[in-house]
C-alpha cells in the first residue's frame, strides 16, 4: 500500500475503517491480530504522506509574492526614518536659536550689548 | 541655523503644497494598528489542526500491542507535529510581511514628529519675548513690539509643522497606492488557500479520525475514562473552533481587501473625513471576532 495508490484521504478512510473495524472483532487468532496491527500502522503512515503532500502544496501557493510587500515595508519605514530625522534638525536648529537668544540676554542683562 | 531660515522661506511655498487632513492620517494609523496582528489568524487554523493530530494520535497508538510498533507510533506522531509546526511557521512568516507593512504604516503616520516640534517652537516664543522685553527695557533705541517672539515661535512650529505634514502625506500616499497590489496579491493568495479543497478535505479528515480513532480506542482498550471523554469532547469543540476560524479568516481577508482598497481613496481625495468608512469598519469587526475566537481556543487549552 502506498501514496501511489491512494491519493485521497476520503479513500484511506474507507481503507482504514475496513483495518480497525477488523481489528476489533473478537476470537481473532493471535497471528491475524499481529498482521491487521502491522496494516492499520502501514495505512497511517500513508495518512501522513498524503498529509504532508497536501500540506506542501497549500503552503507552496502562499509563499509566493510576499517578498514585493516585504521590500516595500522596508522602504516605508526608512521613510519614516527620515522623517524622524527631519523633524530632529528642526528641533536641533531651534534648539541652536534658543540657545542663542538666552546668551544675548545675558549679554544684554550685563550691558555688552 | 540656515534650516530655521530656510524653514521660513519655504513656509509660504509649503502653506500651498497640499497634505493629508488630521482624520485621513488617523485612519491610515487606524488600519494599520487594526492589521498588525493579522498573520496570526491563518497560521492559527494550521496549529489547530496539527494540535488535534496529535491527540487523536495518541489515542490510536494506544491501541497498538506490539511495544516497538507503540514507540514507532509515537516517533511518527512526535516527527508530524514538527513538520506541522514548521509548516504553520512557514505561514506565519509569510503573513508576517501584511503585520510589518501595516505596523510601517503606524510608524509612518504617527504624529510624533511634529508634536515635540511645537514645544519647542513654544519654548522658543517664550525665550524670544523675554529677550525682547529686556532690550526694551535697556535700550535707549527704539522699542522692539511686544509679542514678536510668540510670533516668531509660530512660524517656526506651523513652518516646521507643515513641511513634515507635506512630507508624510506624500510618502503615505505613494506607500498606501504602490501597496494596493501586493496586499491584493497576498490577500488573494490566502483565500485560495483558504477556500483550496485541499484544506477543506484536512477539516474534513481530520473531523472524521478524530471518532474513528476514539472508537478504536474504546473497542481496543478498555473503555473510556472519564478524563478521555472529555478530551474527545474537547477535541471536537477545538475542531468546530477550527472551522469558524476558518470562516471568519475568509470574511475578515475579503473585509481587508476592501478595506485596504478604501484606504487607497482616502489618501488620494482632498477631503476631512467625519465618520469612520464603512469597508473600515466591517474590517475591524470581523478582526474583533477572529481574536474573540482565538482567545476562546487559547483558554481551553
Known amino acids: 500500500m502506498n501514496t501511489e495508490k491512494i491519493k485521497t484521504l476520503e479513500k484511506l478512510l474507507d481503507s482504514i475503517e475496513i483495518v480497525e473495524n477488523a481489528r476489533s472483532i473478537e476470537g481473532l487468532s493471535p497471528e491475524d491480530r499481529v498482521q491487521l496491527e502491522k496494516a492499520s500502522v502501514s495505512l497511517r503512515n500513508v495518512e501522513r504522506s498524503i498529509i504532508r503532500i497536501k500540506t506542501n502544496e497549500l503552503v507552496e501557493k502562499l509563499t509566493h509574492d510576499a517578498q514585493a510587500l516585504d521590500k516595500l515595508a522596508d522602504e516605508i519605514n526608512r521613510s519614516a526614518e527620515k522623517l524622524a530625522g527631519v523633524a530632529k534638525a528642526i528641533e536641533k536648529a531651534s534648539n541652536i536659536v534658543k540657545a542663542f537668544v538666552k546668551i544675548a540676554a545675558k549679554a544684554i542683562g550685563a550691558g555688552l550689548i | ?301
Request: charged share 25%.
Open chain 2, 1 to 301: 541655523m540656515r534650516k530655521i531660515i530656510l524653514l521660513l522661506l519655504l513656509s509660504a511655498f509649503i502653506s500651498g503644497c497640499s497634505s493629508l487632513s488630521k482624520s485621513q492620517i488617523e485612519t491610515v494609523q487606524q488600519f494599520g494598528e487594526v492589521t498588525s496582528n493579522f498573520s496570526a489568524y491563518p497560521s492559527a487554523i494550521m496549529e489547530e489542526l496539527a494540535e488535534i493530530r496529535l491527540k487523536r494520535g495518541l489515542y490510536y497508538a494506544s491501541t497498538l500491542t506490539d511495544p516497538m510498533r507503540h514507540l514507532d507510533e509515537l516517533d511518527s506522531i512526535y516527527s508530524q507535529k514538527k513538520y506541522d509546526y514548521k509548516v504553520s511557521e512557514k505561514i506565519d512568516v509569510t503573513f508576517r510581511v501584511l503585520d510589518k507593512y501595516a505596523q510601517s504604516l503606524v510608524l509612518l503616520s504617527s504624529g510624533d514628529y511634529t508634536a515635540n516640534l511645537q514645544n519647542n517652537a513654544a519654548e522658543f516664543g517664550v525665550g524670544m519675548d523675554s529677550l525682547v522685553n529686556l532690550y526694551n527695557v535697556k535700550s535707549n533705541a527704539e522699542k522692539l513690539p511686544a509679542g514678536i517672539g510668540e510670533a516668531l515661535g509660530k512660524i517656526v512650529g506651523f513652518s516646521g509643522d507643515r513641511y513634515i505634514k507635506v512630507k508624510q502625506s506624500e510618502k503615505i500616499k505613494e506607500y498606501v497606492t504602490k501597496a494596493d497590489t501586493l496586499v491584493l496579491i497576498m490577500t488573494s493568495n490566502l483565500l485560495e488557500y483558504l477556500e483550496s479543497s485541499n484544506l477543506e478535505e484536512l477539516i474534513s479528515y481530520e473531523e472524521k479520525m478524530i471518532r474513528r480513532n476514539y472508537l478504536t480506542y474504546l473497542q481496543l482498550t478498555d473503555t473510556g475514562t472519564f478524563e478521555s471523554q472529555r478530551e474527545y469532547l474537547d477535541l471536537k469543540s477545538n475542531l468546530d473552533a477550527a472551522k469558524d476560524l476558518k470562516a471568519l479568516t475568509i470574511q475578515s481577508t475579503k473585509d481587508l481587501q476592501a478595506a485596504h482598497k478604501e484606504l487607497v481613496q482616502v489618501v488620494q481625495k482632498k477631503q476631512k473625513l467625519h465618520s469612520t468608512i464603512k469597508e473600515l469598519r466591517v474590517f475591524y469587526q470581523q478582526v474583533a471576532e477572529i481574536r474573540e475566537t482565538l482567545n476562546a481556543l487559547k483558554k481551553d487549552k
